[in-house]
């Protein structure tokens, strides 16, 4: 497995960390308040970013060769982490809604 995370480069990782964002936002939706909505969905976004990223390092890996590119690999995965799991939160809410319709 730590072959497996050592061998993503900076857009594969990002189309990983992408993928468990997105998978990890579905249960954001359920949250009543809708600016915690986003605030669960983007703070998700950066803890997949960073566990994911350091993980070798938890494998057991040495940390002096992650700790100097952590500050560009990082915030790359965050971004598209965000975009995806805010995309998902954004989906579901409109699904909700439009299941729902207000009555008059």
């Known amino acids: 497995m730590l072959n497996l995370i050592n ?3 900076i857009g ?3 189309l990983v960390v992408m993928f468990l964002s997105a998978l990890m ?3 954001v939706y359920r949250v009543n308040a ?3 909505r986003y605030i669960a969905a983007v703070a998700i976004a950066f803890f997949v970013a960073f566990v994911f990223y350091w993980l070798p390092v938890f494998l057991g890996a040495d940390a002096s060769e992650f700790s100097g590119w952590s500050f560009i690999v990082v915030p790359v995965w965050f971004v598209a982490g965000a975009f995806s799991a805010a ?3 954004r989906i579901l809410e409109g699904r909700s809604v439009s299941q729902h319709p207000k009555h008059s």
């Open 87 to 89: 995309a998902v939160t």
């Open 25 to 27: 936002a579905f249960p």
């Open 7 to 9: 061998s993503l480069g």
């Open 34 to 36: 809708r600016p915690l």
């Open 12 to 14: 594969s990782g990002a």
